[in-house]
């Protein structure tokens, strides 16, 4: 396998962007998840912060609607921007990891994609959002069950099968049950395995 693309999808709070951080270092390949909103800030000329709020939201059913493949939701062409950016990141022959954004649906057809689904015990997520946010037991449960109730929706708006569906995954595995060094480690022989090493 001469191209890599490490795909993370992950549930809030269960250290799936450190997951993938680490994944990249250990690769020494580049990644994409909070750069792309500056490269859409750049191509937009909106601040990323604007981008930011933005960010993995599904639009209003309400008030967008599609016509010939053209939306009239900011929130969809924020979406389709960044599915074309790591598209053409991937068409390039470029590896690379890239967190969410529907890739291991949107990168399905390369051959180097690994596709994985970082999830965690409820319990082990509430202390780790406790720690990293500085929040009391009741507010990271409720900011954990926000987060991951926005990625449900951007994702089942963008890709037919749902968020968290094992089928949609080489690897699905529970941060909690190795801690988060261990599912790294196990994460790169996986991977490693997955590339003939």
């Known amino acids: 396998m001469s191209q890599l693309i490490i795909s993370v999808g992950r549930e809030f709070g269960s250290g799936g962007r450190v997951i993938a951080e680490e994944l990249a270092k250990r690769f020494d390949i580049p990644i994409y998840d909070r750069h792309l ?42 979406a389709e921007m960044q599915f074309d950016f790591i598209r053409k990141k991937a068409e390039s022959g470029e590896s690379f990891v890239v967190v969410g954004r529907c890739s291991e649906s949107k990168l399905r057809d390369f051959e180097g994609l690994v596709s994985l689904f970082i999830l965690g015990d409820m319990d082990a997520k509430i202390k780790r959002v406790m720690e990293v946010y500085e929040m009391n037991e009741h507010d ?26 094992s089928r949609l995954y ?22 490693r395995a997955r590339m003939g090493e």
Do not use: C, Q
């Open 37 to 78: 909103i500056t490269e859409i800030a750049n191509k937009t000329g909106m601040s990323p912060e604007e981008i930011e709020k933005l960010n993995e939201a599904p639009n209003s059913r309400l008030i967008s609607r599609r016509v010939r493949g053209y939306s009239n939701s900011i929130e969809d062409n924020i």
């Open 140 to 165: 990271a449960k409720s900011f954990i069950e926000k987060k991951d109730k926005k990625r449900k929706r951007y994702h089942n708006y963008h890709v037919h099968m749902h968020w968290g569906d």
């Open 170 to 191: 080489d690897l699905s595995i529970n941060s909690s049950r190795l801690g988060i060094d261990g599912t790294i480690d196990y994460l790169e022989k996986y991977i």
